[in-house]
């Protein structure tokens, strides 16, 4: 696969050069997310993380950036937004 159509940004571009995840969301992400996009959303993960104190090792947590990954990157939406005063909480 030389290049792919970005579903974020509509643009053609190179694919990430493997799968993010050993699961179905990561084959996705690899066919449908060009390198540009998944860095900025690894910017925005980073954040969530920071702002919410998230383990990713904890399944909740992961589950949490999960839909973040399946809104931001293929739902077209802004993400969660982040909110210091719900710093260790995880909106459901």
């Known amino acids: 696969m030389d290049t792919i159509r970005c579903r974020r940004c509509g643009q053609q571009a190179p694919p990430?050069?493997?799968p993010p995840f050993r699961n179905d969301l990561?084959?996705?992400i690899l066919r449908e997310?060009?390198?540009t996009c998944w860095a900025q959303w690894l910017q925005h993960?980073?954040?969530l993380i920071n702002h919410y104190g998230l383990d990713p090792r904890?399944?909740?947590a992961r589950e949490f950036l999960y839909r973040q990954i399946e809104e931001v990157l293929f739902g077209?939406?802004?993400g969660e937004e982040i909110d210091t005063s719900r710093r260790g909480t995880i909106r459901h």
Request: aromatic share 0%; with cysteine.
């Open 26 to 28: 990561g084959e996705r």
């Open 33 to 35: 997310i060009c390198g």
């Open 45 to 47: 993960q980073t954040l």
């Open 76 to 78: 077209g939406g802004p």
């Open 16 to 18: 990430l050069p493997r």
């Open 58 to 60: 904890d399944p909740q």
